[in-house]
């Protein structure tokens, strides 16, 4: 079945002739044998088959290909084979083929005496192993994507399938085996052989390569593949292409992205087309807030009637302002936008953030296309429109018509909805979360998140980035961006728009695999991004993420003071794809020394109900000190005897310690108690560790995340 | 096949016969023809079969069945019928079967010249449709179970099977049908013809009355069952039988419950057996909490050193205490609880609150056997031990060592663990959660939740229920008790060890189908309780669902001022099994009125974000008033123009209106904003309006809760 390990020499003189045939006919497929040739270019499997121009020629073929084979009439007379008694499958050994040969050709010359016969295909039946499913399509938000999955009712009712981005590594194409829920099956279900997942593994990394070569490839269904314990091998090819050349989206290399977002981020000096000194106005608030946020660099008020705006020398235009200007914030109507983009451009301000509405959002997208146009002809870039604004701390930053926020922090919050922005900031305020931007993106004419990951990326003030968006203009450039970034940085993205499934005609069985969502869902992973299931999750995941050290194994361990608790935080680890540390003998002996005879060593560690702060405290340290263990959940009871914040205070204490010797393990908490166990939580996170009250899920969620990114970063 | 609808005759005798003779024998399971025998008592279709004693009547047997033939030999003296060629399948036609039947006999001699052949048997092979699996086992918790899935991959990797308790209603077995996550293909996928879904579930059906009827019966497999349009019939059937009689667990009748439960919960008088004047010990706590508290009844403090405590007269014994006691309440060492409960029970104390640890918990079983067995013999029920106690707020009774609680309402809370228990105090004070009780449930040596939810049932001050537990005694007194009451009032269940999936002995293949879990869940379900998926979740259904109205149709609409909030607020929807209404036209007129031309109709309606309060009060006024929308979900967004109070006070104030008006609809609001939106949702909460800040998914989810409690309970 060949060497199909997707780095095998590649005939793409061949797949292109093929192409560029079927496009001068103006064909939109593929014939099978075309498909055959693009296969076997690209070193994909196919079974094997020959012409026989007799029964003796029959026989040999049949011997060379091993095993039972299908024969068919090959006739350009006969359309309609099987009719024609001109097909028969599963012949087996030499007289049953010879005798198939001379049975087609009889049957053939009596459905019509008169046809020419060019003779009988005879074909390799493949069968045994398992039918899988390997396809590329095209997707509108991401391009070239590549699809894995079993045949049968897996597919066809339960979706079981998975996507990645073409090209694939090898890595990618190995983890594509696993991601489906079926993935024991392949290995071997049942006692079975397992089947050859490195065969398989190249089948799905030379078709990503063909349809990256060849992007005219709209759509490549190998339907059914036979993955047998020997190889993998395609038994049936469709190949569907693009009627037309598809525009590539609009591009910045890393540099230029940076040159403008560094001087949107870091500005010396910011202008304000629309300021106003009038109370209420937009206008008047972005000036506010750009002052009493304690912005540093030079403000220049824009405004054709006055002269002075809240004690600044103001400008009638921006050609008036004497020094460069880094950043143009406007809050003028909508109407006047494109006339003001193109002043700016004129005096060479590189970047526009665009708060007003009235543009698509309201339908008005000619208005927005008009502005685009203005503002790429005169090479400045835009943020919004339709926008609250943005927010840098590390420079005093507040260029919005919202409130300041002065809690400076490592976590870079971005989102396309305003309402979604106010949540944000409130939530951030009310939990004191530390925070490097909060960055509207409204619609999106222009700067997007890969843009703004670009700059996150290197921003030393940033240390981890959340996104809440609905959709991605360009897919596939933020996938590079995230696959960068989350290299170095968590990112965390709250992808709205799950359930709504768009209604997509899709031509091809690849295509109607899945729902948009499906595709999101296995490419943002395969770029690294923590998804966050909701709201709430990608704000806490947002305010834990930065706390945590970054997990040096995989190995946590439960210390509660409640069983109740310790068997929820257990459900919590399962939940979350962490590990309950295996804990040796010795490591347990130890942890049995400072708990009572009827406490329960072992993962959770149950200390009891009634231990005193003595207790948490030995056993804590004793979890942070051993090297072998890498995180550590704290469930804690309210007593008597140990209170919520002889707790607290007594865990922030142990872990500074360990902190300060250079020990940095994760260790999150959960609070079970009165309404005190509220201010000990603060305290906690206010000293490094993830705390919630009421709830057990919550910080086991947040040290997940943690996990999930460090694992994608090759970290843990 | 048979009519299988479940309700066809029974021969009782005719399986008692089956289930003696190998009781008789020593034997744990039954042969094939016994286990045939079984079904066709119960009508329960197996293949056709007969022993043919010539060819001639193997070719008569054979066309009698109809279709394809499985052929084995039968002899007493060949056990490896495989081996002496003694096994023929898929014979087809009369010349085939007569063969065979040669074929099998020359076979049997060639192999065992000198064996005795009785014949051959001749069985009907089943074939086409779909290979499902029907089985029942014993579970340790619930007793008799049956289960239901489809074969293959389905079943061995992926487990999608679903459980019920046995024995199950017609509506039950359809709703297995529909339960798993391949139902699809049972319903006809890719063009199939459906199977026969009526004779799937009496087949459901009459297995889970044999083996409620048989309890001796451990456990029953029906593998495969072949499922086709016409019919089911089961290809192979396996019986393993109980070695010895399983005992009844202690059963109360609910008149025996409720006289104790009432007599707990509304006690005229409370005794204190170990109150203590000494602060920080466990009995001057529960004195003072029952004091503070405001309980109107008598207390009498128990103590053989004191004659006052607190100001009230003490007694040196419960013998001398002067009138009826209803409640002992407990804080006494571990050690001298037996003849403590021995003295209570001498006082015809109906009950008594253990909240001691030092039993069970502590490895000390044959202590808290003691107790268990002093108070069955005094007739005295107990609560716990190892308990925080228990709150009764319509009795202002705090008898616990806890802080009281005295904010009223409708919700019941109850905890295994203490720790849980804490966390529930300390979730309801700080959000003033209206709450009717506060139990804990500790080592549950004898009262548990059946008991507490028996009570509830019939407390009219009780509207709801959540309950923690980490396992059930008596599964199937839980199911019995929790079936009534939730056709009245919603229950919340957390269970916890979700995910432990402890070890289970399983000798067939239904009972290692699923762990645990997966029988709990099914069966939780089942009994129309509400599964929490965690703390926080139980947590705040508690606190919402007493608070909403009962939907009265699936029609939900969501009404937005952030098309942010709005995707994610449908994507909650998808979530928690919420349907979006379809608003129809005039409908959709209607809305339109009150909104700009560029906000959208349909669902989200989405007013967008720079409107006045008249356009939140139009539209939520609009969406209460229109009899064809059942529930609505509010996003709101923080604007200058619309303030959080503004609009939490008008929203409060319209829904408030509309009650009055007789119109009571659940309404939920997503609060998306600056730091007073905290303000805003409590303000909403107090009028009736489950609204959260900062989150999309929370206030969808209590709906979402609320909806499957009314569904179950047949009220939407």
Redesign the interface.
Known sequence: MGTANGDGATDRDAVREVLEKARAEGRESLTAPEGRRVCEAYGIPTPGEGLAGSAEEAVTLAAELGGPVAMKIVSPDILHKTEAGGVLVDVRGEQAVAQAYEQIVAGARAHDAAAEITGVQVQQMLSGGHEVIIGATTDPTFGKVVVFG?GG??V???KDVTFRLAPVSGGEAISMLDDI??A??LKG??GAEPVDRDALAGLIRRLSKLVTDFPQIREFDLNPVFATPGGACAADVRILLEPDEVPEPQRYSQEEILRVMNRLMRPSAVAVVGASAEE?KIGNSVMKNLITGGFAGKIYPINPKADEILGLKAYHSVDEVPGDIDVAVFAVPAKFVPAAVAEVGRNDVPVAVLIP?GFA???NVALQEEVVATAREHNVRLLGPNIYGYYYTPQNLCATF??PYDVKGGIALT??????G??I???A??TKMGVSAIVGLGNKSDVDEDDLLTFFESDDDTTCVAM?L?DLKDGRAFFEAARRITRKKPVIV?K?????MGARAASSHTGALAGDDKIYDDILRQSGVVRA?????M?EYARGLPVLPTPKGENVVII??????G??L???C??NGLTLMEIPPDLDESFRRFI???GAAGNPIDI???EPPATYEATIRLGLEDPRIHALII?Y??T?VTPPMVFAELTARVVEEARANGINKPVVASL???????QASDHLFDHGIVAH??????PVAVLGAKYRWARSAGLV
């Open positions: 079993l009712v897996l066809e009712v339960l829920a079926a024991e099956v279900a049942r209420g509405s959002e309201t339908g919202c409130t989102s396309q909805s305003g309402g979604i106010m949540a900031l409130g939530f305020r009310t809440h609905e709250l709205a728009g799950r359930t709504s299931p909701g709201l709430a999750e704000l509660t003071g409640a069983g109740g608790s068997v929820l257990s459900d919590a399962v939940d009572p005879p009827f009891t109900g009634g469930g009871w309210h008597i079970a108690g009165d309404t005190e166990v509220e009250p009421y709830t057990t899920e919550k």
